[in-house]
């Protein structure tokens, strides 16, 4: 079995990218910088059983994706598990975050999880076999001051994968996992740009440890499972979003009132 997971060498997407060699998966990792994919390629390797192997590519580039891909294809035979976990964020309100930011955003977490997804879909469905696992957030379910552009991201995915599904055969899993905030190089990057507004509407919740996400995720890819949610809270706020989310702003614009109050 080959698994290709696009940001590969990184949090999320490496933490996976152990368990799947753990679980006698073939690796491919995809992400820019090569030294990192080096690095990341070694300490896997030496977990066996599964081969590992790693290629330079951005997302965003379709061609160079493609490429990437086969390149993965020919080293180890065709791709039976994607994750997509290439992600970037880039926190600032909306009139603050250049429109370069903002399309960046958009261009790696949605388009270059549509480009991968692209990649190996022919060849999943020709098949008619194949496992496909998207990595959102929570921020999908609400949007978040300071952070337009990764909740748009981030949600139009959730719309991406509820569509796919509808059109694949029952052969192909396409999941969507909503990590929380959750402890990798992205989130301690983050945190000294997050708006304490956006702290007021997320709460004072420490981060998950990737450990747990990824082994969550990971049994969502084994139980073919088409979402994966983390908690009890953000599950309900992805069920009960249209109910529990007035409260919330409300919540927020009472905040905001009060603190203007005493300055
Ligand atoms: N950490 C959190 O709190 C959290 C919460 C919810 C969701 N998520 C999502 O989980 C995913 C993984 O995040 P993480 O926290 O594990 O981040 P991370 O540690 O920063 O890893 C991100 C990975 O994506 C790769 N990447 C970034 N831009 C890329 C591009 N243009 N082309 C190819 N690869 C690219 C990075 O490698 P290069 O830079 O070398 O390309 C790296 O391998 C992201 O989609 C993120 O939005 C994270």
């Not at 507004?197 to 450990?211: Q, R, Y």
């Not at 009960?240 to 614009?253: A, D, E, S």
Request: aromatic share 8%; charged share 20%.
């Amino acid at each position: 079995m080959h698994a290709i997971i696009t940001g590969g060498s990184s949090g999320i997407g490496l933490e996976l990218a152990r368990l799947c060699v753990l679980n006698g998966y073939d690796v491919s990792l995809v992400a820019r910088d090569e030294s990192a994919l080096r690095v990341a390629c070694e300490k896997l390797q030496q977990l066996g059983p599964g081969r590992v192997n790693a290629v330079s590519a951005d997302v965003r580039r379709m061609d160079a994706l493609r490429e990437a891909f086969e390149q993965c294809e020919r080293a180890f035979d065709v791709c039976d598990l994607l994750i997509t976990s290439a992600g970037i964020v880039e926190p600032a309100f909306f009139e603050e975050l250049v429109p370069l930011h903002f399309e960046m955003q958009m261009d790696v977490n949605f388009s270059g999880t549509v480009n991968a997804v692209r990649a190996i879909y022919a060849g999943m469905k020709s098949r008619g076999s194949g496992s496909i696992m998207m990595i959102s957030s929570a921020a999908a379910f609400i949007g978040i001051p300071g952070y337009s552009a990764y909740c748009a991201s981030k949600a139009a995915l959730a719309a991406f994968a509820e569509s796919l599904r509808s059109e694949v055969g029952a052969g192909i899993h396409v999941g969507i996992s909503f990590p929380p905030d959750t402890c990798t190089p992205q989130l301690l990057n983050e945190l000294p740009k997050r708006p304490p507004l956006a702290k007021v509407l997320m709460g004072d919740t420490s981060p998950w440890s990737v450990e747990t996400v990824a082994r969550q995720i990971f049994d969502g890819i084994s139980r073919r499972r088409r979402e994966v949610h983390f908690g009890l809270k953000l599950k309900v706020l992805a069920m009960l979003g249209g109910f529990i989310k007035p409260v919330l702003y409300w919540q927020l614009k009472r905040s905001v009132l009060l603190q203007a109050r005493k300055c």
